[in-house]
């Protein structure tokens, strides 16, 4: 009787798993079709409408400033992802040093390494904020970007 209460249990377990994995598959696919759907063929309707008011130069010009303006939000967002890049990544150095300090003070304090710890301390510190300057100021060119 018991052996038969655990294989109902699994069975009910790998069910609910597998109705979870179709749920979150269907809840995707219900996000990404209209898109798939909808934007062609509002693209073709903002053509004919663009062609219908300005000839063919206005699509023409519409989809050559498409083209110009995805490759500018193309370079300025990687760069600006590397200066953010840069700041998680000093700021991750900065903490694992904090930790290996703290971790690591008593036998610092024994050996006397205070000038050395603080020199490597105080250059981490420094390498972080100069990284998290430079984000803070590359932020605004995305908020600019989206106008």
Not at 74 to 89: G, L, P
């Amino acid at each position: 009787m018991d052996s038969c209460c655990r294989k109902h249990t699994h069975e009910r377990a790998s069910d609910q798993r597998l109705t979870q994995d179709i749920g979150t598959a269907c809840g995707l696919i219900s996000d990404i079709l209209p898109l798939f759907i909808i934007n062609p063929i509002l693209v073709m309707f903002y053509t004919y409408k663009c062609v219908d008011k300005a000839g063919w130069l206005g699509p023409i010009s519409a989809y050559i400033m498409f083209v110009v303006y995805a490759v500018i939000a193309h370079f300025v967002t990687a760069w600006t992802s590397k200066a953010i890049y840069e700041h998680d990544r000093q700021e991750g150095n900065f903490r694992f040093y904090h930790t290996q300090v703290r971790t690591f003070s008593e036998g610092a304090a024994l050996m006397d390494v205070g000038r050395a710890e603080h020199y490597f301390a105080d250059t981490a510190l420094w390498r972080m904020l100069h990284a998290l300057r430079v984000s803070v100021n590359r932020i605004p060119v995305i908020f600019c970007k989206s106008w």
